[in-house]
């Protein structure tokens, strides 16, 4: 059974940080690009960013370029979101998927094999 359990959301405020963490089991980690959606009230799924299978390639969207870390531990079968000068529009529910590559992770639509069930992040101003 394939799990990715997310973890590490929380209510921040403007400007902290926070990382989240997303455990991976039932799958063969290190043959995945692992990536990072948040869905926000009221809007669509975005894609936040994406690592690939080895950790050498990384991938953001604009708004958090700058901001936000991806990484992985293929040791540990877990990937890592590193948020920092959290904002308010970053609140939203953080998800965690799993893809055969990066690209097909920042496709539109998103081709991903498996989800996380989210985690919620809030950011008060």
């Known amino acids: 059974q394939v799990q990715l359990v997310e973890s590490g959301g929380g209510l921040v405020q403007a400007g902290g940080s926070l990382r989240l963490s997303c455990a991976a089991s039932g799958i063969i980690f290190s043959n995945n690009a692992m990536g990072w959606f948040r869905q926000a009230p009221g809007k669509e799924r975005e894609f936040v960013g994406g690592?690939?299978?080895?950790?050498?390639?990384?991938r953001y969207v604009e708004s958090v370029k700058g901001r936000f870390t991806i990484s992985r531990d293929n040791a540990k079968n877990t990937a890592y979101l590193q948020m920092n000068n959290l904002k308010s529009e970053d609140t939203a529910v953080y998800y965690c998927a799993a893809a055969a590559s990066s690209t097909d992770m920042a496709s539109t639509p998103p081709r991903t094999n498996y989800w996380g069930q989210g985690t919620q992040v809030t950011v008060s101003s």
């Open positions: 690592i690939s299978r080895n950790g050498a390639f990384t």
